[in-house]
């Protein structure tokens, strides 16, 4: 397994680039299921979390061609609309292929994903939205299975809690379902706005992805389509702190400002510079002290869950109190306990942690609990004196394409150990 010998202290200059997001290239690949014609997708990250959903559409029956950063996908056929155990527990977004199973197939069989490190995470909504549609739903033996032989028809579907993944399976669902869908109550990341783009590109017809309420009108089938996914906000975001951890002067390039618009918020109001040089990208400098400010994650265009941990680690360098309440999932903390053995002084309770700073950190051996628990000690670690080590990378490996390389193109003294 791998490790980074991080060794903190240097401050960050210079460009970091972006890749695709993730979470918008895993519903778009899922997408792909909807139709027998090519899809091709650009700019999709090399990361674990697409390899595993690219394997389990080829298991499913896709043909899947990686050429020169673009992903070109062909599902003539779904030979076996099945997701397993295997693929499920090591990526949850395999739940996306639903949606698009169903509807396209008239049955799929998908291992229930269980818990995980940072809460419950139930699919309940997404089967709740499937049966709206008219699809049968049991469930045995840890899996469910869906099955709509004459097709889904479209409802209306009420979210009572927003969810991201949900409100793309439901989407993909209602575009070959017969007649109007409409969700309320949906999602309305940047990922969803994406996903919808790339479906319209393939012939359905969608209005209002963006906001709480999406509606659909069916068709009878989609066609093949060539899109460029959207640049990551997370690890946008991620560079912008290690810009503003480390004192330093970072431009995150290739990326879209609107989307990191509330972390922006909370870097000035903490006292960092924030500018925009050019149309994608965002130029952060902290070169005073850093003050501390709340903050509370919340869905879009709140603050990011997937930042929260981040911010975490910048907290432990302001003056003062920061409570940094966790509202979208339970057990989002782990890396509290962490930074802790660093040095950071940090209390939870519930869904609130108190972070007091600013504290010096000193290097230590840390283990990463999951995707952006691991980026959050990346960042400690940048600051902290001495050398840390981070064991489990193969979490960060997940969602960051090389980011010890974009970290140290910009200063930072960190390095992979196998
Ligand atoms: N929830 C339910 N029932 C459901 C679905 C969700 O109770 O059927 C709950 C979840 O347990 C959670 C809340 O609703 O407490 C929100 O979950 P959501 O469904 O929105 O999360 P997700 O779609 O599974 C996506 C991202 C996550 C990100 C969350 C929140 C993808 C592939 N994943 O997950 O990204 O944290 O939205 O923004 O898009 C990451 O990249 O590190 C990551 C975890």
Request: glycine share 10%.
């Amino acid at each position: 397994m791998d490790k980074f010998v991080i060794n903190g202290g240097n401050a960050l200059r210079g460009e970091i680039p972006v890749n695709g997001s993730k979470n918008s290239a895993l519903p778009a690949l899922a997408a792909a299921l909807l139709t027998a014609e090519p899809v091709t997708l650009h700019r999709i990250p090399r990361v674990r979390d697409i390899r595993t959903m690219q394997r389990l559409l080829v298991d499913v029956g896709a043909k899947v061609d990686v050429e020169d950063g673009a992903v070109r996908l062909e599902a003539a056929k779904i030979v076996s609309p099945e997701a397993p155990y295997e693929l499920v527990k090591t990526m949850r977004a395999s739940s996306l292929v639903l949606g698009p199973l169903v509807a396209r197939a008239g049955r799929a069989r998908v291992s229930l994903p269980g818990g995980c490190a940072i809460g419950a995470r139930p699919i309940n909504l997404h089967i709740f939205g499937l049966e709206q549609l008219g699809a049968r739903i049991e469930q045995s033996h840890g899996y469910i299975e869906a099955v709509a032989p004459d097709g889904l028809r479209g409802a209306s579907v009420h979210f009572d809690r927003i969810t991201v993944t949900g409100t793309e399976d439901l989407m993909m669902a209602a575009v070959l379902a017969k007649g109007e869908t409409v969700l309320r109550n949906a999602a309305r990341e940047p990922e969803v706005m994406d996903l919808a783009e790339l479906l319209i590109k393939m012939g359905a017809k969608i209005e209002g992805a963006g906001t709480s309420t999406i509606r659909i009108q069916g068709v009878a089938e989609l066609g093949g389509a060539e899109h460029t996914i959207i640049a990551d906000r997370i690890e946008a975001g991620t560079f912008m702190v290690a810009g503003a951890i480390t004192g330093g002067d970072v431009t995150v390039t290739g990326c879209n400002v609107e989307h990191v618009g509330a972390l922006v918020a909370k870097l000035q109001q903490a006292g960092a510079e924030v500018t925009q040089p050019g149309a994608d990208s965002v130029r952060v400098r902290a070169t005073g002290k850093l003050r501390s400010v709340d903050m509370t994650t919340e869905e879009y265009p709140g603050f990011a869950t997937d930042l929260q941990a981040q911010y975490m680690a910048l907290m432990t360098q302001a003056e003062g109190i920061a409570i940094i309440v966790e509202t979208i999932f339970e057990n989002r903390f782990m890396h509290a306990q962490e930074m802790a053995r660093m040095g950071a002084n940090i209390r939870v309770d519930g869904k609130q942690a108190m972070v007091a700073g600013p504290r010096a950190l000193s290097g230590a051996g840390v283990i990463a609990s999951d995707l952006r628990a691991s980026a959050s000690l990346v960042l400690a670690a940048l600051v902290a004196k001495g050398e840390t080590v981070i064991d489990r990378v193969y979490h960060i490996d997940r969602g960051y394409e090389k980011i010890e390389q974009k970290l140290a193109a910009a200063g930072a003294r960190i390095e992979r150990v196998e």
